[in-house]
């Protein structure tokens, strides 16, 4: 490939079977990597690969965690299928997640004494709410001037962290704390759990409500315009399918999505908000819903794989005094052999249209 | 099929043939595409490949080029096996390979295409390789800036670069698929005169057409497909079109076609080929006017294009207007600013709310090539309040309606949820024809309708232009191929440089008036 271009096809209409062998390649590759680097430093790669499983699979205890650092992932993935397909590059994720988990907050603290049954909804909506308008912001931009949404949900990620380091610092920062952090939620606007003994918590399941939606949404009316729009905006044109408006419903239905998650993030786990409270999460699950060709099966699978790795990372320490850090480097791998793979396919042209672009000349 | 049909093969002695395709068979699904298809191309000479739309030129050529896989059969490049069974990373070295719709990368300019192919883009010279693209543009006689974007260029320029850039790879062999299907009568004289340039330089061209009288001029050798098996082989200077007319279509016996003869028989067809024929709607135009512009200027899409001056134009129904003028004098624009994609900047366009409209630009405007086929046929349908239920579609009903549509419009070859990229060009053209025609429209905008049409659909997509037209439609057609025009229109309005030039009836029409309207001079 070339410095000047990038040939790439657009993942639009991925197949899952496809997308399952270039993933498969792609987790083989590294593992093969991984293992000859740990046995380069000294570290039995074997006893290693244990200690990652068991420490997101042995016990029930940690397969929870593994569920709980999946549940954000699927969720933002999921909200960010059908703007993918249609080409549209939401990679705000973390500024949606964060304000959302700001407006969860902010909620939670204002009204510490309403009823659960109240407080929990009203937290989850706002959040909501203030994701979708962080991405709506974008969306507009992009169907009114055409400002490239990439580059436009990108700052609002920046500025998310500011305002985020604005008010921890300043009105809202806990006068229990010398870090810039709120105040701890009260205890009745935390999320319910449903499988005793660990802390997985009914967010998971509003995950996978999305599931089934996104397959039917396949099979609605809806969902044939936004494939129009994504395989051929000008014939959508045509079919006097509004571009502007399309742009605009997918990108806050992805903000929607990640505001969601940055709800179940301060409610359900931390309890509290700090700054960086989205940043990891909101870039992963861009590429679990990548690794996912798109797929929403493929996505919980490729979800499930990133918490395992996630969770599992955190436990190697104890298990195999391998530095957790491995696990960003696993992961890095991993997306580099999958877009090697990806694209490679794509190059010898056995299926669909390969699109490319300079980077420069797309808006 | 019949083995009676015995192929007199030509015999010439020549030198090793530049690539003999032996024995390829090709099977999509349970569709045999081809059937033991043997061909060869001699340095030198234009092997034209003719045949209905769905014969397997494309798959054949697609095969040789290294895209496609055969089932069967062997390959032969310069006396020497190649692989013929698995899908090579780029094309086959030494063969040039211009598709049914163009192949360079729109964003890029010609040199970066280049570039991109030869794959040494890290140390990309733009520079030495727009000159190498100069260059053999003026030894070819053919030059086309290889600085602008693809997207910019018109039609005419895109394929020269395409061509050049294959010339530039070393290509000794060109596959021409339905190179002039889009192209106005200058720019198909370039093209011939690169073509006879290169084969004078020893280089060999695979020629695939579906305008005979243009194959006979330019091949020197002729193989008709039929069904995917090699139904005849000529000489191009000891045959005729009406022979040639006559084993693409192959004898109507019973049981013998897989394709429902519709009562055309193959003397009217050949007809048709010869461009005796001439349709012509019975309902004489109303004065209900379904369409009119005043004084619209609109800007160009695309560089090489005119944009509109002041231009005024009134569409009737039960009439078929057409636009004649050399390719780039404000065709494509006009066509927008009537299905009402482009606004104009000045003036007023009284336009219905929809508009059928049948795109120049195939795959870019007109198809979603990765969706299936129902996807593309209720592209306008689907709004229908019948199919659907709730936020729902009724799949049952709007299968039924999709399986009409393609029936009526004589689509061959398509299932449903097969991708439109399965069907040949031709049908994909038949099932934008059709699905367009499918509403009642009230004005239909044809570009190009016949644009890689067999005979056998050119008839058919007339006959169903007229009846959109007895019911009331007005229809707009623009060609760069006057004979098209004249067989259908009722009047032809000249478009020069952006303008109505003058306006000539058919019926009593004069001629030398249209030459020289088309020339410019009012
Ligand atoms: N990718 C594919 N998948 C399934 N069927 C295919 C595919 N490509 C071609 N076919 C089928 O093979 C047959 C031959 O197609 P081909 O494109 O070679 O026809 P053609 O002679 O080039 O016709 P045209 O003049 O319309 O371009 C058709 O029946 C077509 O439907
Ligand atoms: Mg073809």
């Known amino acids: ?87 549209l590059y939401n990679i705000g994720a973390p500024g949606q997640m964060a304000f959302g988990a700001l407006a969860s907050t902010v909620i939670a603290l204002q009204a510490p004494t309403l009823p659960s049954a109240i407080l929990v909804p009203a937290c989850a909506i706002g959040g909501c709410l203030a994701g979708a308008l962080t991405a709506f ?168 794989a990133f918490g395992a790795l996630l969770h599992g990372g955190d436990s190697l320490q104890v298990g195999a005094g391998v530095s957790p850090e491995i696990v960003q480097v696993l992961l890095g791998l991993i997306l580099l052999a999958y877009a090697i793979r990806a694209t490679t396919s794509a190059a010898t042209g056995t299926e669909g249209r390969t699109r490319s672009w300079t980077f420069w000349k797309r808006s | 099929m019949h083995a009676a049909n015995s192929v007199a093969i030509v015999d010439r002695p020549a030198a090793t043939p530049a690539v003999a395709l032996k024995h390829i068979s090709k099977t999509f699904g349970t569709n045999a595409a081809l059937t033991d298809v043997t061909v060869d191309l001699r340095p030198g000479e234009v092997h034209a490949l003719v045949g209905e739309n769905g014969a397997g030129k494309s798959t054949l050529m697609k095969i040789l080029a290294g895209y496609l896989p055969a089932d069967t059969g062997e390959l032969e490049v310069d006396g020497r096996a190649a692989p013929a069974d698995r899908v090579l990373s780029g094309p ?47 030894r070819f006689g053919g030059a086309v800036d290889p600085h602008v974007p693809v997207e910019l260029l018109a039609v005419g320029q895109r394929q020269r670069l395409e061509i050049l850039i294959m010339l530039a790879r070393g290509a000794d062999v060109l596959i021409l ?88 028989d193959s003397a009217e067809l050949i007809e048709v080929a010869l461009g005796e024929e001439r349709a012509r709607t019975t309902a004489s135009a109303s004065h209900e006017v379904v369409g009119t512009l005043t004084g619209v200027c609109a800007p160009a899409p695309y560089v090489g294009e005119s944009a509109l001056h002041e231009l005024d134009l009134v569409v009737r129904a039960g009439e078929v207007v057409g636009v004649a003028g050399v390719v780039g004098s404000g065709q494509s624009t006009l066509a927008r600013v009537l299905a009402g994609l482009l606004r104009p900047s000045t003036g007023t366009a009284q336009l219905p709310d929809r508009v059928a409209y049948v795109p120049e630009h195939r795959h870019d405007d007109a198809v979603a090539l990765e969706l299936s086929v129902r996807d593309n046929v209720v592209l306008h349908s689907h709004r229908r309040r019948e199919f659907c239920r709730g936020p729902w579609f009724r799949r049952d009903r709007m299968d039924q309606h999709v399986e009409e549509v393609l029936r009526r419009s004589h ?42 049409l067999d005979v056998r659909a050119i008839q ?28 259908l229109a009722h009047r032809i309005v000249v478009l020069f440089a952006g303008r109505i030039l003058g306006e000539v009836d058919v019926a009593d029409g004069d001629l030398d008036q249209l030459g020289r309207l088309m020339g410019g001079v009012a």
């Open chain 1, 1 to 87: 490939m070339s410095l000047l271009s990038l040939t790439h096809r657009t993942p639009r209409q991925a197949s899952f079977g496809r997308g399952l062998v270039n993933l498969l390649t792609a987790v083989a590759v590294v593992a093969g990597l991984v293992a000859a680097l740990l046995a380069m430093v000294g570290v039995d790669p074997a006893g290693t690969a244990q200690a990652m499983w068991s420490g997101s699979f042995g016990t029930l205890r940690s397969t929870g965690e593994t569920l709980i650092r999946a549940t954000p992932l699927l969720l933002i993935a999921l909200a960010l299928i059908p703007s993918l397909r249609a080409g």
């Open chain 1, 137 to 304: 912001l974008p969306g507009l931009l992009k169907a009114t001037w055409r400002a490239n949404e990439i580059i436009t949900t990108l700052a609002m990620n920046f500025i998310a962290v500011a305002v985020l380091g604005y008010l921890l610092t300043g009105v809202m920062q806990s006068d229990f704390a010398n870090l810039p952090q709120s105040d701890s939620l009260p205890a009745n606007s935390a999320l319910p759990t449903f499988i005793p003994g660990t802390r997985t918590h009914i967010g998971l399941l509003v995950a996978l409500l999305a599931v089934p939606l996104l397959w039917a949404a396949d099979r609605s009316r809806l969902g044939y315009r936004l494939r129009i729009f994504g395989a051929n905006p000008s014939l959508a044109r045509q079919a006097q399918i509004r571009p502007g408006r399309y742009t605009i419903w997918l990108m806050t239905l992805g903000g929607a999505g990640a505001g969601l998650a940055g709800w179940m993030q301060v409610a359900a786990l931390d309890h509290r908000l700090y700054v960086g409270i989205a940043t990891p999460v909101g870039y992963a699950a861009l590429f679990v819903a990548l690794l996912g060709a798109l797929h929403p099966l493929g996505t919980v699978l490729a979800a499930l």
């Open chain 2, 92 to 138: 086959r070295v030494g063969v040039g390979f211009v598709e049914q719709e163009g192949g360079l990368i729109r964003e890029l300019t010609g040199a970066e295409n280049l570039i991109l192919a030869e794959g040494t883009g890290f140390l990309a010279d733009r520079a030495a390789a727009g000159a190498r693209i100069r260059e053999l543009g003026n």
């Open chain 2, 177 to 264: 698929d339905e190179p002039t299907a889009a192209l106005g009568i200058e720019d198909a004289a370039i093209l011939t005169e690169i073509i006879e340039r290169f084969t004078a330089d020893g280089g060999g061209v695979f020629y695939i057409s579906h305008k005979l009288h243009e194959v006979m001029s330019i091949a020197d050798r002729i193989t008709v497909l039929r069904g995917g098996r090699v139904v005849g082989g000529h000489a191009a200077d000891q045959v005729e079109v009406a022979q040639l007319a006559a084993d693409m279509v192959g004898q109507r016996v019973a049981g013998d076609e897989n394709r429902n003869g519709n009562g055309s």
């Open chain 2, 411 to 452: 689509v061959r070859g398509a299932t449903l949820t097969m991708p439109i990229s399965g069907l040949s060009g031709g049908n994909q053209q038949k099932l934008v024809l059709g699905r367009e025609l499918d509403e009642c429209p009230t004005l239909v905008v044809a570009h190009n309708p016949f644009r890689g």
């Open chain 2, 460 to 487: 058919e997509v007339r006959q169903a232009v007229l009846g959109a037209c007895d019911q009331g439609a007005g229809v707009v057609m623009i060609s760069p191929d006057l004979d098209e025009l004249l067989q």
